[in-house]
Every structure is written in C-alpha cells, then in structure tokens.
C-alpha cells in the first residue's frame, strides 16, 4: 500500500501543485474566504465528492465511505490567508493587494485536496469514513470551534481528529511529531487604565494613567516569574500600548492589549484570575481606574499518545524513520486544539526549512512545493494506518 500511494502521489503531484498555486493567488482572511472556500468546492464535486459548504460561514466538508464500517477520521486543513503583502516575486503571487498566504494554509488545503482525489480511488483499502473538514479563520478569529458547535464533530460522530502544518523551523522533508502539549493555549485581553489627565509639569494634579501602565507591565511578569510553576511555560506578553497626545501632557487613560500562553490546561483556566489581582493592586495604589476585557482563545493543543504512536509509523513510511523527529512544543496557537479537546489524535510538523529560507507571516514566505506530496502520502498512510489498526 505504501508503494501504491507514493506512486498515486508521483503521478498527482503536478496536479496538486497547480491547484496550490491557484489558491496562492486568491488569499483571503479568516471568515472571508469566500473564492476559497468556492475553489475547494468546485475541485471537489468535480472528483465526484458531495460536499457540503456554508459551515462555520465559509467551511467546507466532504465525507468518504471506505470499504465497510469502522472509524470515522477527520482530516483537517485551514484554509485562511493574512494581511500582508507578498514581496516573494512568484509568477504565481498573490492578485489581492495586501493579503498573502505566508503561513502555508494555501498548501494545506492542496494537500489535503490531493489526499482526498487519492484516497477516493483507495477507497476499497480502508474502512470506516474520512471526514475532509476545510475550515476558516485559523489565525483570527477561530473558525474551529464555530465549526465544532455547527455539528462538525457528529453525523457521523468523529472518532478522531488529524491534522498538519508546514513548518520552516524544521528542516525540509522532516515530519516532526510530539505526543501531549505541542502548542499552547492563546488568550488575548485589553485593559483600559483610566486616570486623570492634565499639565505634565503637574502630576499631584493628576492621576496619571502612563505612570500606572508602566508598573502593570512590570507587575504583570511577576505572575510569570513567582506565581507560576517554573517548570510549566508560561508567557505574558503586552503587544501594544497607546496613549497620550504631546510630550508635557499626562493622558486621561491608556490601553494595553496583551496575550498569554500556556502548555498546561489548568493554568488556562486561571489566566484571568491571577492577572486581575495584579491590575487592581497597582491601579489601586496609583489611583486610577481600570477596565480588563480577558477573551480565552484557543485551548493548548494536546495530541493522544497511542494515534501520535500511529502517525510515526505513517511519518517512517512517508520520509523513512531516520526523518522522524520529535517535535518541539512552541508556545504559538493553534486551533486544531478545539478538536484534540473533544476527540484523541495527532497535529503534525512538515519541514519547510532550508538555510535562510522566511520565516511564516513574513512577506517573502514561500516553500519547496514538492513537500505538498510529502503531506499527502503521510496522510494517506496515516489513514491507512488508523483505519487498518485493530486496537486504535
Ligand atoms: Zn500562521
Ligand atoms: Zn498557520
């Protein structure tokens, strides 16, 4: 089977190439991605597949019988693109101004399109069902969960979830896996410091809103340093700050917006409430007001011991197991999290890098595109694993 699918790949990869470059062109953000989400459709009905569109505003599905009952898997691919415009001078690059595929959602999706042509023809080799589940908004504002309470995960209930991510930090055609926390749970919050504003040359006049947001910055890393277990990751991060209008005049109020990481879901929960404490201790000394918006976002990333097992032997039989390696936890999000928290599975890393090469999000993004056939043999073995494992 393994050398059927390398060759169906061999024989398929011009084909899924194209279809990446095309979706390359039309890169839209998350919950817009209204050509995309068409484009998938399109290519799929056109392989006979029934699809189903409109899930999570602009999701798209597509279920697959296989030989009999079994297990039913779902195949995830994010299919949004970012506000950034694309400096990479492809022939192929980006016709809407401003916006880029620079994370390699675009490659995801042909991947997991060129899984779904193949396996359709494999379809004899595997029982149970695969669920392909072509899902917007990855990185803002999360089209997993939407999709997740429009019905996602039932009819047929999904036994387990599985998904990729082409990663330039690992060397190109690596396939890097990790069994428990692999990437941390993503929250944001924005705090509004209110004072008192007036003559810079008078702050016992004033409540001085930029003197307050100084010491939450500090304060707020000591819920890192001395509140958090020192061997448990953890990150607070203030990304912006905007205040003032002049040099000699104090503002009436600041805002702050910030994010924490954690690998630990426990630590998830508790986010709002060891941060609010510290916030109200400075405002309180430094007399002004305060507004703290916390938003939880993606829930920290955990895949199942027994299917990451699985998937190595998928990853050995795709790259040949001196390629496997173990992947490094990052405390980046992910919302593939969503579907590990209600099913077991496993989120994988396909090398991208080479010497030099762009980092993701960054406007000269790019990648060697014969790794789009590493994606999808390692799913298509993957597939057969699983569905073929007895005791999965
Ligand atoms: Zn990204
Ligand atoms: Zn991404």
């Keep these: 089977m393994k050398q059927k699918i390398k060759e169906y790949v061999q024989t398929k990869l011009p084909g899924i190439i194209e279809l990446r470059r095309a979706l390359h062109k039309i890169p839209?953000?998350?919950?817009?991605?209204?050509?995309?989400s068409s484009f998938i459709a399109r290519t799929l009905e056109?392989?006979?597949?029934?699809?189903?569109?409109?899930?999570?505003?602009?999701?798209?599905?597509?279920?697959?019988?296989?030989?009999?009952?079994?297990k039913t898997l779902l195949l995830r691919s994010d299919i949004d693109g970012l506000p950034i415009a694309e400096e990479t001078g492809l022939p192929f690059a980006s016709t809407h101004p401003g916006f880029m595929h620079a994370c390699g959602h675009d490659g995801h999706i042909a991947i997991l399109l060129g899984t779904a042509l193949i396996l359709k023809e494999l379809k004899n080799q595997f029982s149970g069902q695969i669920k392909f589940v072509f899902q917007p908004a990855e990185e803002g504002p999360g089209g997993a969960k939407l999709m997740i309470e429009e019905g996602v995960l039932d009819n047929p209930k999904v036994d387990y979830a599985l998904g990729l991510h082409l990663w330039a930090s690992i060397p190109e055609n690596k396939i890097a896996l990790k069994a428990g926390p692999l990437m941390a749970a993503m929250d944001r919050f924005d705090l509004d410091i209110i004072g008192k504003g007036g003559h810079g040359a008078m702050p016992h006049l004033c409540k001085d809103p930029v003197d307050a947001a100084a010491q939450?910055?500090?304060t707020l890393q000591r819920v890192v340093s001395r509140q958090m277990n020192p061997l448990s990751p953890t990150v607070v991060t203030i990304g912006t700050i905007q205040g003032g209008t002049a040099f000699n005049i104090i503002p009436?109020?600041?805002?702050?917006?910030?994010?924490?990481?954690?690998?630990?879901?426990?630590?998830?929960?508790?986010?709002?409430?060891?941060?609010?404490?510290?916030?109200?201790?400075?405002?309180?000394?430094?007399?002004?007001?305060?507004?703290l918006d916390y938003q939880p976002g993606y829930p920290p990333l955990i895949n199942d011991s027994a299917v990451t097992e699985i998937?190595?032997?998928?990853?050995?039989?795709?790259?040949?197991?001196?390629?496997?390696?173990?992947?490094?936890?990052?405390m980046g999000g992910e919302d593939m999290a969503f579907y590990l928290e209600q099913v077991p599975g496993c989120y994988a890393f396909i090398g991208i890098g080479t010497p030099g090469c762009a980092p993701h999000h960054n406007s000269h993004f790019a990648f060697n595109e014969e790794v789009l056939g590493?994606?999808?043999?390692?799913?298509?073995?993957?597939?057969?694993?699983?569905s073929n494992a007895r005791n999965c």
Aim: aromatic share 6%; proline share 2%.
């Design 46 to 70: 056109q392989a006979g597949f029934e699809v189903t569109t409109g899930i999570a505003k602009t999701g798209v599905t597509a279920l697959l019988k296989g030989n009999g009952p079994g």
């Design 311 to 330: 998937a190595r032997q998928a990853a050995a039989e795709t790259v040949g197991s001196e390629n496997v390696i173990e992947a490094e936890a990052t």
């Design 374 to 386: 590493t994606g999808v043999k390692y799913l298509c073995n993957l597939v057969m694993e699983i």
């Design 252 to 291: 009436d109020k600041v805002h702050l917006s910030g994010t924490t990481r954690t690998l630990d879901k426990e630590v998830w929960k508790g986010w709002e409430s060891r941060l609010e404490p510290m916030i109200n201790g400075v405002c309180t000394a430094a007399g002004v007001k305060y507004k």
């Design 216 to 218: 939450v910055i500090n």
């Design 28 to 36: 839209e953000t998350g919950f817009n991605e209204v050509k995309t």
